[in-house]
């Protein structure tokens, strides 16, 4: 150690070819405080660690004992790598490399999977730390190189992943589902994504989701039409086709469990249930639904069903417009719908229904009496209004009291 510590101090003021002397080098930078290997920073031909020095004002050639040219040493035993550098800041030339800590909080990786994700690990008092991964023992394992995994027939007894394609949990196989398999250290599912058949003849567009093979069924939508209608549409579409079996349509209440009922296919309710083809059901651009039982201020929902099949596929739901509410405001040459308040406007529109006007609101919206809605206007729905004004209760039963 002392030859080599001598010969390196006679090469100190030996000129190079250069004319530089070895310890006191040009050591091209981008500034760094840490150290690094500069070609230009060698002694017998061993690459030298440099860095900037603050005392010097510039880039010196350090070394490390106990042999300057020795690279690879390690930090101080309470050091990572990844939270400590190397950096000349004793006086001299050359000087001792030393280690420094970076700042507290500084992001790190321990390499450590079993200390959760990379993200969370930080520097602290030069150690890199990591938050513990949570899991529970009883179904999983960890392995600092590769992770968290279920405890199963993918790992082996030190929580090393077995290889991918391996075969493991359900090994049956079905038109929807191949049979599990290893990736990764974990059993997966082996889905296949293709058209099937349920064997259900009110279902159609069958296809394979998560292994199963499943169907849709037809659907309808409910909208509000005034306090005592709905628009039912039931439309044909793509994937709703129009040779489907014969559906029927039924309308029930939330808030009234008692209350289930059949549309027909002029919009009026019935005890029993009506079975229609899609396109018959379309017969005009949508279904008015209405009949007692059909009151303000009340949930509803459809529900549709095939013909020959327990499935009765829901559609969404809605709430029937406010008693006596019957437009917003006009806008633009016409009226909005309900917004919820009784006003003039309201009375206003409902003359205008009466006497024909040409922005007169849908006369659904208007006609909100007798007990079985008349499809006319008259000064009855106008009182009816007046009375909701001055809160007057809806006089309306009770669907199934």
């Not at 949508?286 to 059909?294: K, M, P």
């Not at 006497?355 to 659904?364: D, I």
Request: glycine share 6%.
């Amino acid at each position: 150690m002392k030859k080599n510590l001598f010969i390196a101090i006679l090469l100190a003021f030996i000129p190079t070819a250069f004319g530089q002397s070895f310890f006191n080098p040009i050591c091209s930078s981008t500034g760094s405080t840490d150290c690094e290997i500069f070609p230009d920073c060698q002694i017998e031909n061993e690459p030298y660690l440099a860095c900037w020095s603050f005392l010097h004002g510039r880039h010196v050639c350090c070394y490390s004992p106990p042999f300057p040219g020795d690279l690879t040493t390690p930090p101080e035993p309470d050091m990572d790598d990844e939270c400590a550098y190397l950096a000349c800041i004793e006086v001299g030339d050359p000087a001792p490399c030393t280690w420094l800590t970076h700042q507290d909080g500084t992001p790190c990786d321990d390499g450590n999977f079993c200390t959760g994700v990379s993200d969370d690990d930080i520097c602290m008092a030069g150690k890199c730390v990591g938050t513990p991964a949570q899991f529970d023992p009883e179904t999983h394992c960890c392995h600092p190189d590769f992770g968290v995994f279920p405890l199963g027939d993918c790992v082996d007894e030190d929580c090393i992943p077995k290889p991918d394609g391996l075969a493991c949990g359900d090994q049956t196989s079905t038109y929807c589902d191949n049979s599990d398999t290893c990736l990764n250290g974990v059993c997966r599912k082996n889905f296949i994504e293709r058209m099937c058949d349920d064997n259900d003849f009110c279902s159609y567009g069958d296809k394979c989701i998560d292994g199963l093979c499943i169907g849709a069924y037809p659907t309808a939508t409910l909208n509000r039409n005034g306090a005592r209608r709905f628009r039912v549409d039931v439309r044909e579409t793509a994937s709703q086709p129009s040779d489907f079996p014969p559906v029927s349509i039924q309308i029930v209440s939330p808030e009234f469990p008692c209350f289930i009922k059949y549309i027909n296919l002029d919009g009026a309710l019935q005890d029993e249930p009506l079975f229609a083809t899609i396109p018959q059901w379309n017969t005009s651009d949508f279904i008015t639904a209405y009949g007692v039982g059909i009151i303000p201020d009340t949930l509803y929902q459809l529900y549709v069903n095939c013909q020959g099949s327990e499935v009765f596929t829901p559609s969404n739901c809605k709430i029937s417009y406010s008693w006596g509410d019957v437009v917003g405001t006009f806008y633009n040459g016409a009226w909005t719908p309900p917004q919820g308040i009784v006003d003039f406007n309201d009375v206003a529109a409902a003359v205008e229904v009466f006497r024909s006007e040409p922005t007169a609101p849908p006369l659904e919206w208007v006609d909100c009496s007798p007990e079985l809605v008349d499809w006319d206007v008259n000064f009855i729905d106008i009182s009816c209004i007046v009375d909701a004004f001055n809160g007057v209760p809806c006089p309306y039963s009770i669907p199934c009291e």
